[in-house]
Each structure stands twice: as structure tokens, then as C-alpha cells.
């Protein structure tokens, strides 16, 4: 594959090819195809496009006006940059399982024209990789009529379920690129402690989803005094790279991929990247494989972390929205809460500060906000740790589990939730 630079083009010649009314799959996190979008945006004739995606990293500049009119975005998890523009009525969101998004793509009951995706180069054998993210970018890529690629000399080749031939790809254009580079955020008092409650939940042999974030960063930062965890996980950031470097992550103990940190998609530094570059001990597979709750569940002491915006006092969890405005999405919380509940010795975790806007606002709620979107129920939710502490509410009445979630709540909403609970005559 010596010459297969040769075929590439511009970033604008290879969106000419995307027809009109288009339905298009953009590789998302890291893989995001930047050079294809900015060149997308500039096809000025082109309407009636709608654009399929999960979090997106970088410019979006599809999403402006006049851009929006002709090119729709609908994510299925989104983003910051997306945020407004869906509460604008500029673009749209699908509510729907991490678990469930490839299988929308294959079925066609969404139909693909285009997959625009970020590869890694060709290797001897003519194949590309999907790189840092395979999660739904799997399902897109084998059932789209056409494979839009950039070819990044800088993305890595990731093993497992990741391979996509150069002869499948329609046109690329050819790049050399830094991937976004995430460091872990400062760690705050509030992260340190959550991190040390739900680190005492961790027992040793047990296997991890952990995502990205000020929390999850600060769980991995106290599990160096365990020993042969395991991962699989929908995906990871530096946290897990530092815990299977220094020999606290050995997958030796895990029922399926054993001796594999098994992900969809990972985002993180520079390093986390390297690391995960020709690893055969690192698995990319689609998120219908990593977030099947069969394939979790049989993992032993399967230990779920996620967080939550909003809990109210029966244990309804709201991660995706603040009312009606969405903020996120369902993601894997529910694959993996369930999982993690059918597992041996497993444990779901919901881990969230206690407060938010600078301690204004109770997150452990009478009821949610109006609109809030319940991703798990009353009845999955098992532990939800704050600063202040760990409760399991599986098993116990709507009483005594409101009693368990004021216990955790900031001290400066205790009474006002003490009052509601009297209120509702579930005081224990």
C-alpha cells in the first residue's frame, strides 16, 4: 500500500460527492472529521441534508445560520457546541440507548447515504482503522452507500472490532493532524471525597466502566491500592491508561475479553492516544457489543460509575437534560446500571456532587425540573454517592429511601427536604 496517497484529494473534492438530501453519519469524540465538515459547510447548494451524530469535538460550524436551514443536525448524545442550537429549534436530539444507536444504522430504519468518519492510514494489508472511536462509526460505515473518509497520519490504529478496508472508502482526503488533547480537569475538594466513597465500593478482581470527567478522574487517582480490576467500558480517558501502566489493570479475572481493557471509544491527552496505538491489549468494538447488558452482566463484581444531573427523593435519575432543555443524553447509563445490577457482586453507581451553581442548588431534588428527562428509574437505581456519603436505595420503600437521599444532600437543603418528605407523609 505504497502509493495509496496517490488516490487522495481535497477535503472539497470529496464532499462533492454527498448528494443532495443526504442522510450523513459523522464520526464523533477524537474522530471527529473536521477538514470534511468545514469543506461540508462551504457546498452552499446543497439542502435537505440531515447530519447523525454523537458528541462531537471541534469547530461545528454546521450549526449557525444559514448553515442550519440546509444542513439538520440531530445527535444522538450531544455537546456543548450543540446545546443552544437544539433549544433554538436549530437542531434536533434522539433520546435513545448507547446500546441501540448501531442497530438503528444497520436496520436502516435510519438509511445512511454517507458515512464521513476519520481513519487511521492504510496498513500492509490495505486496511484503515476507525481509530478512537468505533461506538456506532462500525454500524455507519458497513451500511452507508458511500465511506467519506479523512486519512490521519495522526490517528491511531486501534485493534478489535475496528478494520475498514481502503477499497470500501469512496474518497479521502489525506491529513496530519493532532487529535484534540483533553487533560483530566484540576480536582476539587467535592471530587477528591466523592472519589474516595465510591474507591471504598471497588473491591479487588472487580471490572470498571468509567467514563470522562472530574469524578471518574478522581475514583482512578484512589484505586492504586487495588489489585487485577478489570475494564469494560464504553469508554475511557487517562485515569484507566495510568491504573493499567502502573499494574492495577490486568483484565485477568474477566469473564468476556479476558486480558483485554475492552472500550468503544476513548478521549483524552496526546499519551492516551500513543497508548492505545497498535495495543493489542486494548479492544475497540461497536457500543451494541460493549453496552450489551448481556455481555456486561456476566462480567463478576461489575462496578458501574455515572453521573447524574438531577435525583429526586424516590430515586428517579435525570442525566440528560435540565428540564426541557437537553444536555447530554442517555448514553450507556442504563446498559450498564442494569448490567452492573445482574452482575456477581455487582455494583451501580450514580456519583454526583451534592450542589450545583456554586452551591445555590440542591442536585437531590423534591421531583425533578419539568420536562427533566428520567435516563434511570426508581426501580434500576441502586448507589448514589455524594460528598457526603453512600447510600443503596435497592430494596427500600419510598420512604426510607428519601430518608437515605437526604442523608447525602447538602446540609443547607436537609430541611427543605425533610419538609417535603413530611409533606408527602414518607417521613421515617
Known sequence: MMDWQ??????????????????????????????LLQALVQRTELSGVHLYHLHLDGPVPFVTPPHCERLRSVSFFTGQALREPIAQGHADFIPVFLSDIPGLLSSRQIPLDVALVQLSPPDRHGNCSLGTSVDAARAAVDSASLVLAEINEQMPRTHGHSTVPLERVTAFVQTNRALPDHR??????????????????????????????SIPDAVARRLTHKSDLGVHTEMFSNGVMNLAKAGVITNRFKAVHPGRIVTSFISGSRELYEFVDDNPLVEFHPCDRTNDTACIRKQDRMVAINSALQIDLSGQVCADSMGHRIYSGIGGQMDFVRGAALSAGGKPI????????????????????PGAGVV?????????????????????????????????AHPDFHQELMNHLRGLKRFV
Request: include cysteine; glycine fraction near 8%.
Open 6 to 35: 496517490t488516490r487522495a484529494v481535497s477535503a472539497a473534492e470529496v464532499v462533492e460527492r454527498i448528494p443532495q438530501g443526504s442522510r450523513i453519519f459523522v464520526h464523533g469524540a477524537a474522530a471527529t472529521p473536521t477538514p
Open 184 to 213: 483530566p480537569e484540576a480536582e476539587t475538594a467535592i471530587d477528591a471525597r466523592i472519589g474516595e466513597i465510591v474507591a471504598d465500593l471497588v473491591e479487588d478482581r472487580s471490572c470498571l466502566q468509567l467514563g470522562i470527567g
Open 350 to 369: 450514580i456519583a454526583l456532587p451534592s450542589t450545583a451553581a456554586k452551591g445555590t442548588f440542591s442536585r437531590i431534588v423534591p421531583e425533578l425540573y
Open 376 to 408: 434511570t428509574t426508581r426501580g434500576h437505581v441502586h448507589w448514589v454517592v455524594t460528598e457526603y456519603g453512600a447510600v443503596n436505595l435497592h430494596g427500600l420503600t419510598v420512604s426510607e429511601r428519601g430518608t437515605a437521599l437526604v442523608s447525602i
